[in-house]
């Protein structure tokens, strides 16, 4: 499938999602779960010889394609890919767990899995979008089917984090992205948080983004900081509570 067809189809679905969202019509919905079936099927084929059969997994993965059609938001801006699959894992692993069986993935998934997120973070600077399923594979210049597959590992072995703390301005408690986000479906919330940071990061300039990952991700002190860049260590104050402030707006403007 050429580019333009390929972009001429993600448009088509994402057309069909809005009416969905405004109708509710079943024959839409129908299409809708006959167009992405294709990730049902992906993910069913990764938990085969655990003890259940192929059929069964796929009824189970369908399913949960079913829920995540009806729970997705267009209006979020994140690809249905991205929201649709550990929605599916969740309902696959909740069968096993039901069934009493225990879900281990491969070593190499973990290591596909970094590159992906890798490459999702690097995409959506470049394409100034969230990537979809078909970029990642064509950047990292492996199928859609290992995509799909780490991005399910990802969720077992990396989690995003809803702990990660910023300083409040009003008062000496800390603020979790969690409280500020709030809570929904937890696989939903997981992916929103990650939207919402990446989108919310891409204004932020150079400098901003290094203080923002060595205060949160890194653990560095502003002391620390100051000192690499050569500023004050009120500068770095000064700027970490300009960069909470751009985080506020944003979620202000998501909600709005």
Avoid: C, H
Avoid at 1 to 25: C, G, V
Avoid at 238 to 251: A, D, H, P, S, V
């Amino acid at each position: 499938m050429s580019n333009n067809n390929r972009q001429a189809e993600q448009q088509e679905i994402k057309n069909l999602f809005k009416i969905y969202s405004e109708t509710r019509d079943k024959e839409i919905r129908d299409t809708l779960i006959e167009k992405n079936l294709y990730i049902a099927e992906i993910l069913a084929k990764k938990y085969v010889n655990k003890g259940i059969e192929y059929d069964d997994l796929l009824q189970v993965a369908s399913i949960g394609l079913i829920l995540a059609i009806e729970r997705y938001d267009i209006s979020k801006g994140f690809e249905f890919s991205s929201y649709a699959t550990p929605t599916i894992v969740g309902e696959i692993k909740k069968y096993f767990r039901d069934k009493g069986w225990v879900i281990r993935v491969p070593r190499r998934i973990q290591e596909l899995s970094k590159k992906v997120n890798n490459a999702k973070t690097t995409l959506s600077q470049n394409l100034q979008r969230s990537p979809t399923i078909k970029d990642i594979a064509e950047y990292l210049e492996i199928t859609e089917e290992e995509v799909i597959e780490a991005m399910e590992g990802s969720r077992v072995y990396a989690p995003q984090s809803l702990d990660i703390s910023f300083d409040s301005q009003n008062d000496d408690k800390d603020v979790n992205l969690q409280d500020l986000i709030g809570e929904e479906d937890d696989d939903f919330a997981k992916i929103e948080l990650k939207d919402f940071i990446e989108k919310t990061m891409e204004k932020l300039n150079e400098v901003e983004k290094k203080i923002l990952i060595d205060r949160y991700f890194e653990k560095k002190t502003q002391v620390s900081i100051a000192k690499e860049l050569k500023i004050s260590q009120m500068t770095v104050s000064r700027m970490e509570k300009k960069i909470i402030e751009k985080f506020r707006k944003e979620l202000e403007e998501t909600n709005s």
